[in-house]
């Protein structure tokens, strides 16, 4: 009975990652052959030297157009978040199973998912063609896409509440809408906050790209500058996309660090 | 909400006939029969997992009664089942259930929600009990911390708030699951002499969950011992 032992003792060993391990060094050798490119002997490095030097230096007199379309760029991710926040709240309650009947969780999850498989240049394209190349396609395509995301994380965040706080609110004598607003919510509300924060962070980025298919904002500039080749103004659009990412980036983990905070989850031990 | 005559100090408030309660398959205890007088201060003592917290959750109508029956008696003596007194109860909850992102003193305010009709809070918590919830929280030696956030507390400051959560709802009755396991010795002679001093003020009935032999001569007037080493699983 040898040889059984020595099989078992292998499937012992491939545990999840060995197995997945495995996986991706057979999917990394078959995939290879996307390496040759054109196949003709091109100097990489001198087309990228060349093609960065046009970057160079920024032509800033731009600077005003670049701002103004920034501006427009934030709006449209300021009511894409704004909305799809609005969205999301019930969508996400549908969703979390702690709290709705589980076929109907299933359902509004399943929904999220399908909103989330489209990414939001597709959401951008279909919208333009729904409204026309206008900020508003902006608006709509991105709420339609952060709802996927929105709808999803707040959904977690309602699964992840203890639900006894409520539970006991409700023992006490409240009123099950008192019990959801003040003992589900309150524990609630940071993630949700924070999650919405994280998303206008991201909608900022993503507003900058769905201009390329005219859906407006700073993306519209990108594009048009690409199209007549005028890479000195367009590095100076890439830089205030930099600094203005960093700085919410700045600004968005503060704040996120401050709402958790709140949940006291690092500060509980500490009081002790 | 009923209105709430005067009741006879000293007169059957909580009856238990031939309560049994069972956990899955186990029995936890039978045929307990009980009667508490109003204002009284009941202790229930008992090794862990003899069953003290599911009695006080079928008190509180929280667990139903495997066998037998229990009610509670309204200011005219007439039988009332646990469902009817939601919100005349003060629960202290053993894993004290409160408001993690909410300070303190809004938590402790939080025990009147259901006196007000939910469309009348939807603006925001009603502030009629925090004068008489600064004074608890102050009794208990929270005063300072009364604001601050109740996840950023302490276990045992958590503990006394939700102490003062339960007798910040003017209840009739207090069931209090283990509340002062958290706190020091001082600290907890000092949270069952507010508990014991407002019984005694407003005539409240205590059914009081503790392990300490000590707190119980000093501050319960009789003591249920649920064993499951006892003959009939019980003691008075």
Not at chain 1, 126 to 152: E, I, R
Not at chain 2, 15 to 42: A, I, M, N, P, Q
Not at chain 2, 148 to 157: F, I, N
């Amino acid at each position: 009975m040898s040889a059984p032992k020595r099989g078992r003792a292998l499937y012992e060993r491939l545990d999840l990652e060995t197995v997945l391990a495995l996986l991706l060094a057979a999917a990394a050798v078959w995939s290879l052959p996307v390496l040759r490119g054109s196949g003709r002997d091109l100097d990489h490095w001198a087309n990228l030297k060349r093609f960065l030097g046009r970057f160079l230096p920024p032509d800033l007199s731009v600077l005003p157009d670049v701002a103004a379309a920034l501006g427009e760029t934030f709006r449209i991710a300021v009511l894409a978040t704004l909305f799809a926040v609005a969205l999301s709240l019930p969508l996400a309650l549908c969703a979390a199973r702690t709290v709705s009947p589980r076929p109907l969780a299933l359902l509004a999850r399943l929904a999220m998912n399908m909103v989330r498989t489209l990414p939001s240049l597709v959401w951008a394209l279909v919208a333009v063609a729904v409204v026309g190349a206008n900020p508003l396609a902006g608006v709509v395509a991105l709420t339609f896409y952060s709802v996927g995301y929105l709808g999803k994380f707040f959904a977690d965040a309602f699964e992840s509440v203890d639900l006894k706080v409520a539970a006991g609110l409700r023992a006490l004598g409240a009123h099950p809408i008192q019990a959801f607003q003040y003992g589900l919510w309150p524990q609630a509300r940071p993630l949700v906050w924070s999650q919405s924060l994280w998303m206008l962070e991201y909608n900022l980025r993503s507003a900058a790209i769905v201009g390329y298919v005219g859906a407006g904002g700073i993306g519209v500039q990108l594009h048009a500058y690409q199209e007549y080749y005028q890479w000195d103004r367009f590095a100076t659009v890439l830089l205030c996309i930099l600094a203005l990412v960093i700085a919410l980036d700045l600004v968005g983990e503060r704040l996120r660090a401050r709402l958790l905070r709140r949940t006291g989850s690092a500060e509980t031990l500490a009081a002790d | 909400m009923a209105a709430i005559t005067a009741p006879a100090p000293g007169a059957p408030h909580l009856s238990l006939r031939g309560l049994g309660l069972r956990r899955g398959e186990r029995w936890l205890f039978r045929g307990l029969d009980l009667e508490v007088r109003r204002g009284e201060f009941l202790a229930v003592t008992g090794p862990s997992g003899a069953g003290k917290s599911s009695l006080v959750a079928a008190l509180a109508g929280l667990l139903p009664a495997s066998e037998g029956g229990l009610s509670w008696c309204d200011a005219a003596g007439a039988a009332q089942p646990p469902a009817a007194l939601r919100g005349r109860l003060g629960l202290v909850f053993q894993d004290l259930r409160l408001v993690p992102t909410l300070p303190l003193l809004d938590n402790v305010c939080l025990a009147r929600l259901g006196r007000h009709p939910w469309w009348r809070t939807l603006a925001g918590a009603p502030r009629e009990g925090e004068a008489r919830a600064r004074a608890l929280l102050g009794a208990l030696g929270l005063a300072e911390v009364a604001e601050r956030t109740a996840a950023l507390c302490s276990g045992g400051e958590q503990q006394r708030a939700a102490l003062a959560r339960g007798l910040c709802l003017e209840p009739e009755a207090v069931l209090a699951d283990e509340p002062v396991s958290a706190l020091d010795p001082d600290g907890a002679r000092r949270a069952l002499g507010v508990l014991r001093d407002e019984a005694r003020a407003r005539g409240l009935t205590v059914v009081c969950v503790l392990h300490d032999r000590p707190h119980v001569e000093e501050f319960a007037d009789r003591a249920l011992v649920i064993d499951p080493a006892l003959p009939a699983g019980f003691a008075l």
